[in-house]
Nanobody, 120 residues
Framework: QVQLVESGGGLVQPGGSLRLSCTAS????????MRWYRQAPEKERELVVT???????HYADSVKGRFTISRDDAKNTVYLQMNSLKPEDTAVYYC??????????????WGKGTLVTVSS
């Protein structure tokens, strides 16, 4: 059974930093791309950043230069370091991965999310 468990959210002032963590189980973590999504109140869920199994990354324009994703395959964990946080970064942040079965069917897996609130 695949499980993704996020942690690290909280309340931070504008300009502050937070580090989110997502620990996975039930998958061959080192072979999986990992993603962080976020969903702000009354907005659609959006992709924030992806890290491939090889370590390649792709960031949304809104977070480039401020957020950094990293992965520790030995710990089955992906991290999101968020610096220079803005009120518009306020959202529930979700960890995501997907698995392709032998029939090429793709299943997405999601964590329950962790709330980040940027406010003074």
């Amino acid at each position: 059974q695949v499980q993704l468990v996020e942690s690290g959210g909280g309340l931070v002032q504008p300009g502050g930093s937070l580090r989110l963590s997502c620990t996975a189980s039930g998958i061959m973590f080192k072979l999986n791309s990992m993603r962080w999504y976020r969903q702000a109140p009354e907005k659609e869920r959006e992709l924030v950043v992806t890290v491939s199994s090889g370590g390649g990354t792709h960031y949304a324009d809104s977070v480039k230069g401020r957020f950094t994703i990293s992965r520790d395959d030995a710990k089955n964990t992906v991290y999101l370091q968020m610096n220079s946080l803005k009120p518009e970064d306020t959202a529930v942040y979700y960890c995501n991965t997907y698995v392709v079965d032998p029939h090429y069917l793709t299943t997405d897996y999601w964590g329950k999310g962790t709330l980040v609130t940027v406010s003074s």
